[in-house]
């Protein structure tokens, strides 16, 4: 940590001193960006650049030793209980009180409770994924470190991006629901407080002032402690869980089985286009395994952490899905404030004040939480230099990276100001599921890939088993948005990942024993994680697609014109300074006969 300080002076040359400092070339300290002609010269080696990049893989001491760049370590002060509540408090907020509602209406009616257990099995199988990351990389870094480790800078880059849109975005979602339940609370109409700019486009218009003061006051908590946001977020999920257990057995106790016919009005085609919308519902838990840093014992409290919240989250979801449709009937749910308006419904006017405090203590949790974990990501990212090393740097006092908070709370804030919930939902959950079946295909990398020990022959295998999984999910999903009735293909598809998987679980054998915690049932498990959120994907709307499309364009702009030369720099230095020895090989196809021994 002194290294830093002393190379303050402008003396040293080491990437320490450029990563942590105030100087004002915190931004862009990087060899390639020193004088006009640098930056030149390194446009024209893009293309020997980028293969280099994608060619390539962090290792795990690697992604350890670059924690050094934030000048200050983050303080370890969580347990497995802290994780647990984190992880409640992290998930349990607008998907459950807002979108719930919105779906049972229009998409999935009483069903809505199958698509939340789809989507739970989705999240629960990428948990497991997480976990083992987690456990052996215990960075803030989260799934932008596991993939720079298993697929390379270049895909982890963009996912990475992926990363923070999805946080931003979630942030902004839940900051709308806030304001909505607020004016439930206030006895107004959900949109009450929303100002409405006719001259702005549609669903841009409705601007949330109340939202941004959210934002704000997050922001002001999530800088201050971790511990004492743990210690927050642990009193609001306490008052929560209370708030949830009401709405279960008074809702039920105002049941009547006959809001449950029809049970399934839009067939299965609307439960899974439900599921992947609910998927939002679940965004979140990924934020805990961005707190391993702070983990007392990562091999314990993570998985404990992640694998309990997520049973307890997912179990609570079905009981409000099922109380919903049995105290109204899913035409008359209100997509706005769902369980406020239920009670109202059934006589219980008094009982949509007590809901609406808690869905808004829910939501304050899930912002705090998602401010703490976007933060931990930004400040991993620019570690790497791939995002300006200044957002790496963690305050000495209060052990958090303040600059990266503050600003990741800024775009939330603007993005909450003018954008409505079913833009953001739809976009997030694209996001989301590609980051998650990223994870799952590092997963098996991890597994069934070490350079120096798996053989030529078995990568080649590997790779052809991966492809073919990936591909027979993407063709399934394909099937199912673009086809209403048909089922042929599915008898194709389905198959054919059934045996790529077991292709690769016997004629692949498996070079990376984990050292601490492992998932189970590999290649089955993360195959399956693979299959089911590719074909998630398959029932969201086109427009959500082009704007992740259009996301995923700039991010490619910015990674070819800054990221990757920043990233190429640090790389070539991280060789002598962290002393992790040479950049273990990315994509095996481009092994060298002395790495795989053949």
């Not at 990563?19 to 002609?37: A, I, V, W």
């Not at 006895?187 to 601007?207: G, K, V």
């Not at 694209?430 to 070490?450: D, E, K």
Request: glycine residues 8%; aromatic residues 12%; charged residues 15%.
């Amino acid at each position: 940590m002194g290294t830093a300080e002393e190379d303050n002076s402008g003396t040293g040359t080491g990437m320490r001193r450029r990563g942590c400092s105030y100087q004002k070339n915190d931004f862009l300290p990087e060899e390639s960006f020193r004088t006009f002609g640098n930056y030149i010269n390194a446009l024209k080696q893009t293309p020997n650049r980028l293969v280099d990049r994608v060619l390539t893989r962090s290792k795990d001491q690697a992604e350890m030793a670059v924690k050094n760049r934030s000048q200050n370590e983050m303080k370890k002060t969580l347990t497995w209980w802290d994780l647990i509540w984190f992880g409640m408090g992290a998930v349990i907020g607008a998907g459950i009180f807002v979108l719930t509602g919105l779906e049972a209406k229009e998409e999935a009616g009483p069903a809505v409770v199958l698509s939340f257990v789809v989507s739970g099995i989705s999240a629960m199988l990428s948990v497991f994924c997480y976990t083992e990351f987690a456990v052996e990389i215990p960075v803030a870094g989260g799934s932008f470190a596991y993939l720079r480790v298993e697929l390379g800078d270049f895909m982890a880059f963009i996912a990475a991006g992926n990363i923070l849109l999805e946080y931003v975005i979630g942030g902004a979602a839940v900051a709308r629901s806030w304001t909505s339940y607020f004016a439930t609370l206030l006895n107004h109409h959900p949109s009450d407080f929303r100002i409405h700019a006719h001259a702005l486009a549609n669903n841009y218009n409705e601007l949330d002032p109340i939202a941004v003061g959210v934002c704000i006051c997050i922001c002001i908590l999530a800088v201050l402690s971790t511990k004492g946001s743990s210690r927050l977020n642990y009193i609001a999920s306490i008052v929560h869980i209370v708030v949830i257990l009401f709405i279960i057995i008074a809702g039920l106790a105002k049941s009547d089985t006959k809001n449950y016919t029809p049970f399934t009005p839009f067939g299965a085609r609307g439960i899974f286009k439900a599921s992947a919308v609910l998927f939002f519902a679940y965004v979140g838990f990924d934020a805990v395994s961005t707190m391993a840093e702070e983990t007392k014992d990562p091999a314990k409290d993570i998985p404990i952490g992640l694998v309990g919240s997520m049973i307890i989250t997912t179990t609570l979801y079905c009981l409000l899905a099922i109380t919903l449709c049995l105290m109204v009937p899913y035409q008359d749910v209100d997509p706005d404030a769902p369980f406020s308006v239920a009670f109202k419904h059934v006589g219980w006017s008094w009982a949509q004040y007590l809901v609406a405090l808690g869905a808004l203590k829910g939501m304050t949790s899930v912002l705090l939480v998602g401010a703490v974990g976007q933060a931990r990501y930004l400040t991993h990212i620019a570690r790497t230099h791939m995002m300006p090393p200044w957002f790496a740097i963690v305050d000495a006092k209060t052990g958090t990276p303040v600059n990266a908070t503050v600003v990741m709370l800024a775009a939330t804030a603007i993005i909450a100001f003018f954008t409505k919930l079913e833009i953001l939902s739809n976009l997030l959950s694209i996001s989301t599921l590609f980051i998650f079946m990223l994870v799952a295909v590092a997963l098996l990398v991890r597994r069934y890939y070490v350079s120096g020990v798996t053989t030529a022959a078995n990568r080649n295998k590997l790779i052809g088993f991966v492809l073919t999984i990936v591909g027979s999910a993407i063709a399934t999903a394909a099937y199912w948005g673009v086809s209403t009735n048909g089922w042929i293909l599915y008898c194709i598809t389905v198959p054919i990942w059934l045996l790529a998987t077991f292709g690769l679980w016997y004629f692949v054998p498996q070079a990376h024993n984990p050292r601490l915690w492992g998932v189970p049932l590999v290649p089955w498990l993360p195959s399956a994680s693979i299959f089911i959120n590719i074909f998630l994907l398959g029932s969201i709307d086109k427009d959500s697609f082009i704007r992740f499309a259009i996301w995923t364009g700039f991010l490619l702009l910015y990674y070819v014109f800054f990221g990757l030369h920043a990233s190429y720099d640090t790389a070539k230095e991280d060789e002598a300074e962290l002393k992790v020895g040479k950049i273990e090989e990315g994509i095996p196809a481009s092994a060298t006969k002395s790495e795989t021994g053949v």
